[in-house]
């Protein structure tokens, strides 16, 4: 079983940054590709980052440059470094887990375990 909980979301003004962390655990940490996704009232949910067992990472176009995905296998935390955020990153944030090697950053489907999501809320 995949066990994974966020944190770390909350109100900030454009421009500013935040950092949101996701504790991991399953048999097998290091077997996992992990991501962030986000999901904005209303909207379909999408993915921002995500990072495969040998740290190679991907990121959506809209948050390239801004954020980065990082992941600390000894202490089981992945991150997000969230900067230059602006009012349209405004959403929930799940943190999530693969055990397929051909998952896409591009589909929700490819990913099995979710957490319950953190909020974030960029004001203008």
């Known amino acids: 079983q995949v066990q994974l909980v966020e944190s770390g979301g909350g109100s900030v003004q454009a421009g500013g940054s935040l950092r949101l962390s996701c504790t991991f655990s399953?048999?097998?940490?290091?077997?996992?590709?992990l991501g962030w996704f986000r999901q904005a009232p209303g909207l379909e949910r999408e993915g921002a980052a995500a990072i495969n067992t040998e740290g190679a990472v991907r990121y959506s176009a809209s948050v390239k440059g801004r954020f980065t995905i990082s992941r600390d296998n000894a202490k089981k935390i992945l991150y997000l470094q969230m900067g230059s955020l602006k009012p349209e990153d405004t959403a929930m944030y799940y943190c999530a887990a693969t055990g397929s090697p051909g998952w896409s950053l591009l589909s929700t489907k490819d990913f099995g375990y979710w957490g319950q999501g953190t909020r974030v809320t960029v004001s203008s």
């Open positions: 399953a048999y097998d940490d290091s077997a996992f590709a």
